[in-house]
C-alpha cells in the first residue's frame, strides 16, 4: 500500500509519522512546496524506525508528483492554518487555490486513489478537492468529525475520571462552532453519558468542544497536529485494511438527511472504497435544527468558493 501526504508541515508531518510507526503503509510519501522540507521531514521519519521498530518506508519530495504516481490514498494537509483571532473561514482563498491545484497534480498521477481533506474551512475544501478530482463521491472526504469527537471524548473522560478508551461518541455536521453534538448517543462503557454526568457540566464540555481547536490556537499561536494527524492517519488505515469503520467523515450528501450538495459531516462506514455507507440517523426537531444551522453556513461559504472561482 503507497500513501501520499500533502503537506509536510504540522499535520502532514505527524500523520506521516503515525501512518509509518502504525505500519499502515509499506511506503508513505510525503510532498511540499517548500524545497527540501518534505525530504528532511521523512528522512526525520525514516531514522526513527530502527528506534520504534518499523519498515514502512518514508520519503520526501518538493512539489514532485510523478514520485506520488500509484498512491492508494492522499492525504492533503497543504494550507494555512489559523493565527489567533481567525476563522477557519478567513483561510479559504488561499487555501482553495492550493488546495484545487493540489488536487489536479494528485489525480494526474494517482487517478484511482481516495482522497481525506484536512485543510480548513474543511467543508469547503472537501467540496474545492471533489469538484477539482471529478471522482465519485465515495472517494473524496474530509476529516473533522474524528477529531471533533475525539475532543468531545477526551474532555469527558477528564471530567468522569474514566479511560477516553470507554467513551463512545458522534458528532455530525460542519467543522467549526456550528458542529452538531448528539449527547443521546455518547455512552461511557455502554452506559448513557447522562446517566453519569449532570446536564449543566456535559453542556459546558460540549461547547468547549465546539471551540476546542480554537483553544488551541490561542494556546500556541498555531493551530494542532498531533490529534489532527493522528486522525487522519486512523481514516486512511481504516480504508487501506478495509475495516469498515463507523466514523464521522465529511462527505457530500445527496438527499441525506434532508440535504442535497451541501458537504458535511455525517457517520459513515469507511472501507477499501472509500465511504462504503452513510449511516441516516433519526434526528429528533432540536437536533434537526442544529444540522440546519451548520449546512446554511457551509454552504454560504462554499457559495463565498464559488464567487472566488467565478472571478478567478
Ligand atoms: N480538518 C481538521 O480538523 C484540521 C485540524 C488541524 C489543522 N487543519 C488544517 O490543516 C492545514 C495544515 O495545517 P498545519 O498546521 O499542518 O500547517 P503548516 O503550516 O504547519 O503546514 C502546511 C504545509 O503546507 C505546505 N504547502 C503550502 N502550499 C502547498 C502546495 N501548493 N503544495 C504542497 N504543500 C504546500 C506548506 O509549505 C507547509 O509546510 C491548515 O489548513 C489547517 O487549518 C485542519
Partial sequence: MKVTVVGAGNVGATCADVLAYREIANE????????????????????KAPINLYDTRTVGVTNDYSRTAGSDVVVITSGL????????????????????????????????????????????????????????????????????TARYRAFLAEALNVSPKDIQAVLMGGHGDTMVPLPRYTTVGGIPVTELIEEEKLNAIIERTKTGGGELVKLMGTSAWYAPGAAAAQMVEAIVRDQRRVFPVCVKLEGEYGIDGVYLGVPVILGKNGIEKIIELQLNEEEKQLLENSRGHVKEVMDALDKINASA
Wanted: proline letters at 6%.
Fill in 28 to 47: 508513505v510519501v510525503l510532498v511540499d512546496i517548500k524545497e527540501g522540507f518534505a525530504e528532511g521531514k521523512a528522512l526525520d521519519i525514516w531514522q
Fill in 81 to 148: 492554518p489559523r493565527k489567533p483571532g481567525m476563522s477557519r473561514d478567513d483561510l479559504i482563498s488561499t487555501n482553495a487555490g492550493i488546495v484545487q491545484s493540489v488536487t489536479e497534480n494528485v489525480v494526474k498521477h494517482s487517478p484511482d486513489a481516495i482522497i481525506i481533506v484536512v485543510s480548513n474551512p474543511l467543508d469547503v475544501m472537501t467540496y474545492a478537492a471533489h469538484m477539482t478530482s471529478k471522482l465519485p463521491r465515495t472517494r473524496v472526504m474530509g476529516m473533522a468529525g474524528i477529531l471533533d
